[in-house]
Nanobody, 125 residues
Framework: QVQLVESGGGSIQTGGSLRLSCAAS????????AAWFRQAPGKEREFVAA????????HYADFVNGRFTISKDNAKNTVYLQMNSLKPEDTAVYLC??????????????????WGQGTQVTVSS
């Protein structure tokens, strides 16, 4: 089993920045990649960004448009999401996920066996 614990969410004004953290523990040797998804009220969960477990590969949703950066501290088994130039439409619960499948399915929720509880990000105008 793998445990994922997110932190770093909060309330911020438009244009501000937040850094989310996702600490992984347990049997992490089977993980191939991790990702951030988000879910806004009344909307479906959507992919935000993914990183392979070595940190060498990253992938972003189109709406990120250079505003977010996903990274990983291998020594701490922690994945980060640096979010800049935040907009009200970025308001959502952000969830960390980890999976052991192929990199080519990284944007698919079903590729992830492990999920954190989520952290709320609220951006006000």
């Amino acid at each position: 089993q793998v445990q994922l614990v997110e932190s770093g969410g909060g309330s911020i004004q438009t244009g501000g920045s937040l850094r989310l953290s996702c600490a992984a523990s347990g049997r992490t040797f089977g993980i191939n990649y991790a990702a951030w998804f988000r879910q806004a009220p009344g909307k479906e969960r959507e992919f935000v960004a993914a990183i392979n477990w070595s940190g060498a590969l990253t992938h972003y949703a189109d709406f990120v448009n250079g505003r977010f950066t996903i990274s990983k501290d291998n020594a701490k088994n922690t994945v980060y999401l640096q979010m800049n130039s935040l907009k009200p439409e970025d308001t959502a619960v952000y969830l960390c996920a980890a999976g052991g499948g192929w990199w080519n399915v990284r944007t698919t929720q079903g590729a992830y066996a492990y999920w954190g509880q989520g952290t709320q990000v609220t951006v006000s105008s």
